[in-house]
């Protein structure tokens, strides 16, 4: 599989995507501390039948970004909307987990390029996990807390990860060293700290655009996802137009890493869908 490598910038923001394979659009879009890294156990399988475009956002992945910069969530709908735009890409199929699924959502509200979208344990006005971590987090205090621990945190990054997995003896060879890599890289506390101190507006920005999203849907849990409520799928659901819902036994909040198999499948049977 040739996977090449691209920079594009946007409004004076330069992101990186990479693209691979030949067929319908297929946009891939990580969730907040990840990157295009995280779909490494997806791309081969979508690429076989589609043009997958993995995108790393500003202030993530290997899109190093200005320590002031708008990280919000509609202002990264935004640049994923005008880089569609640059690429002339008339209809996409949209993929998105955890932030990047509400960065999806934000899209497809304001986008007719988006064909359909499939969201991987989406963040969602309907879940409240971690709410006070957030909340620590936007304020002074948290803030200086996040900037002192940064540096000296990365003793911590298996134990974060087997957290966010159902099954820890799934997780793959290689995967805190490809996070580790990308979290520490210049500036990257800053753009999630910028990213945290909107969350609560983004979130209900996004419970107000949701009633403007008109494309097909499916929604993909893991049963044991400890980071997005499994319990906000239904909801989400009932939100959202022609929504299925397809939970996958055992597995946590990436089911895209730890359960590849199971979730190419659902997500191709449903993108190859007319």
């Not at 002031?68 to 890409?89: F, H, T, V, W, Y």
């Not at 506390?189 to 609560?200: K, Q």
């Not at 299925?244 to 946590?252: E, F, H, P, S, Y």
């Amino acid at each position: 599989m040739q996977i090449d490598k691209h920079r594009a910038d946007i409004e004076g923001d330069r992101i990186l995507y990479f693209c691979a394979g030949a067929g319908r659009p297929l946009l891939l879009l990580h969730g907040l501390l990840g990157g295009s890294f995280c779909w490494r156990r997806n791309l081969e399988a979508f690429s076989r039948r589609h043009t997958v475009f993995a995108v790393d956002l500003p202030g993530h992945g290997e899109s190093d970004a200005r320590c002031n910069l708008d990280c919000s969530m509609p202002a990264q709908a935004g640049r994923i909307s005008s880089l569609l735009e640059r690429l002339k890409l008339e209809e996409v199929d949209v993929l998105g987990c955890s932030w990047g699924g509400a960065i999806a959502m934000l899209l497809a509200a304001q986008s007719a390029r988006v064909r359909s979208m499939v969201l991987a344990a989406p963040v969602n006005p309907w879940s409240s996990l971690g709410a006070g971590r957030i909340r620590f987090l936007q304020g002074r205090i948290g803030g200086t807390f996040l900037r002192m621990v940064w540096p000296i945190s990365r003793p911590l990054y298996h134990t974060a990860l087997v957290r966010m997995y159902g099954d820890s003896r799934r997780l793959p060879a290689g995967t805190v060293q490809g996070y580790r890599s990308q979290i520490m890289r210049p500036g990257r506390v800053d753009n999630v700290l910028n990213t945290l101190r909107s969350w609560e507006k983004d979130v209900n920005t996004l419970r107000a655009a949701v009633p403007r999203i008109n494309v097909r849907s499916l929604l993909i849990w893991g049963s044991r996802d400890s980071a997005v409520d499994v319990r906000s799928a239904e909801p989400l659901k009932q939100a959202l137009p022609q929504c299925q819902l397809k939970v996958i036994q055992g597995a946590g909040h990436l089911p895209f890493e730890e359960t590849p198999d199971e979730f190419n499948r659902l997500v191709l049977d449903f993108v190859d869908q007319q």
